[in-house]
């Protein structure tokens, strides 16, 4: 098949920086996650929460490096409305653009007072194989997702999933996953390949293999030419990011890519893309201009002195981080 991108002009392909903001999760059974280890250890969600000064240095950075935010995560139940909406509104301040959230099942009144700072909303779908969802993820019923869904169409916010290959499912099962995009008008999807966390019974597994991983990007592109493809290749699988792309990727993710900022593995997702024939939007690479009197700056009643200043230590410390 021709790329897809390459037939649609498109030029670059870009990294989403997925901004985690919760160590918290009240169902915290789901069989992959991190999550399912810590959730007895962590009984208080205001306390697991990661402060606000770090989530919006993160995502200043996103908009220096060049990079989009995938989306703002917490576990379920880490956020009230009100704390939601709060930390909504500041990031889309910081970062100047509407962006993705994918934090549970969000109800109509949440959804309501978020929309006006997103994009659209995550369902975090990860399987549509019955069987599967039954045995690793009990508590996230489709239904409810499919649910949210509906109601974020009253608010004209787009949809997007996440799908995680390598939990039992087979590729046997893409019309389940053709049919379920199709069913709720999806925009975009994020393909993850499984990554074994220590704890959960996936801890020996190898994580799928990358031609099965490619092949549900591949089917997806030949069914969806305009849905976006993100695929998320973690460090293990950076030197097969031009394959996933030839297969109809037009985004990347899963990347610890200020901890790694400028690194062997960061300048091989550069020559990868390269090598598929795009380039990469923004850098992973050249640590960016940072005018620090531009957060001293921000007319916003939310950011007082004490929150800028610490942004600004905070964006410091990462710039430390990238720059070792
Ligand atoms: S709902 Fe999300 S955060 Fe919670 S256990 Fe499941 S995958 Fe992990």
Request: hydrophobic residues 35%; contains cysteine; charged residues 25%.
């Given at each position: 098949m021709?790329?897809i ?95 993705w ?19 659209g909303v995550c369902g975090a779908v990860e399987t549509v194989n019955d069987?599967?969802r ?7 019923h489709l239904a409810s997702i499919e649910e949210m869904y509906r109601i974020c169409e009253k608010?004209n916010l787009k949809k997007s999933m996440t799908f995680?290959v390598?939990?039992?499912e087979q590729i046997d099962d893409f019309p389940l996953l053709k049919d379920f995009i199709i069913r709720n008008n999806i925009k975009k999807i994020i393909f ?23 092949e549900w990007i591949r089917k997806t592109r030949e069914n969806f030419p305009n849905i976006d493809i993100v ?16 297969a109809g990727a037009n ?74």
């Open positions: 021709e790329n991108l390459i037939k649609q002009k498109t030029k670059t392909i870009h990294f989403e920086r997925a901004i985690f903001t919760s160590w918290y999760c009240n169902l915290g059974d789901c069989a992959y996650c991190y999550m399912s280890t810590q959730k007895s250890k962590i009984s208080e969600p205001e306390k697991a929460r990661r402060s606000i000064a770090s989530i919006l240095a993160e995502a200043y950075l996103c908009k220096k490096l060049g990079w989009k935010i995938g989306f703002l995560s917490a576990g379920y139940g880490s956020y009230t409305a009100e704390s939601i909406l709060e930390l909504c509104k500041n990031v889309y301040e910081i970062y100047g653009e509407k962006f959230l994918n934090i549970g099942v969000l109800n109509e009144k949440t959804i309501e007072k978020v929309s006006p700072y997103l994009k069987d599967v039954k045995k690793v993820i009990p508590n996230k608010f995680i390598g939990l039992g993850y390949a499984l990554n074994p966390i220590e704890g959960t019974i996936f801890e020996n597994s190898k994580g799928p293999e990358i031609n099965y991983f490619i695929a998320g290749h973690w460090v293990n699988r950076v030197n097969y990011i031009h394959l996933m792309i030839d985004a990347i993710t899963k990347f610890p890519a200020i901890k790694l900022f400028n690194s062997m593995h960061a300048k091989n997702i550069e020559k990868e893309i390269k090598t598929a024939g795009f380039e990469l939007q923004g850098t992973f690479t050249k640590i960016p201009d940072i005018d620090y009197d531009e957060i001293k700056h921000i007319k916003n009643r939310n950011f007082d002195d004490k929150l800028k200043n610490d942004i600004i230590k905070k964006v410091k410390q990462y710039i430390r981080t990238m720059n070792r």
